[in-house]
């Protein structure tokens, strides 16, 4: 098994305090003081990890009465997720936000490992070419769809 590195630690901690609640107030300060790391590091963590294209909603106050308030977007049942995921995606997707709903959809049990890393390599800006955006958000409709049959 290998090492965590900080940020995976920071996000697992995140993750069980969801968990347990379903909404963690968070103080970028306290979180810093009880990893070790400057409040930089935390604002990566969630800025890079707790996305909404990864199902979280984030709010934030800054300064000395400031919080990170971090929730886990539910839904009833697979069918309603989906729906809501094609009814909002655009008319372009990029790598990174096709990355993140590939993993969200593996994490929800809809998608398998193997499944995810596929689509992911299959839909690299490289392998797309020039309307790579373009061509990712058609697929990534094509793809919801025949998970919602599928669900």
Do not use: W
């Not at 409040?39 to 009465?65: A, D, H, L, M, W």
């Not at 990170?68 to 990029?94: C, P």
């Not at 409709?141 to 669900?151: T, Y």
């Amino acid at each position: 098994m290998g090492t965590k590195n900080t940020s995976d630690s920071i996000e697992a901690y995140i993750k069980e305090l969801l968990a347990g609640m379903g909404i963690a107030e968070l103080r970028r300060s306290e979180l810093a003081a009880i990893f070790k790391v400057v409040p930089s590091q935390i604002n990566y963590v969630i800025k890079t990890r707790f996305t909404e294209s990864r199902g979280y909603v984030v709010e934030s106050k800054r300064g000395g009465g400031g919080y990170i308030r971090i929730g886990k977007i539910e839904f009833s049942d697979h069918h309603e997720f989906l729906q809501d995921l094609r009814a909002n995606i655009g008319e372009r997707i990029s790598q990174q936000f096709f990355e993140d709903l590939m993993l969200m959809l593996q994490e929800r049990d809809i998608l398998t490992k193997r499944e995810a890393l596929l689509l992911i390599s299959s839909n690299l800006d490289s392998i797309l070419g020039e309307k790579a955006d373009k061509i990712r958000a058609n697929v990534l409709v094509a793809i919801l769809q025949q998970l919602d049959r599928k669900g």
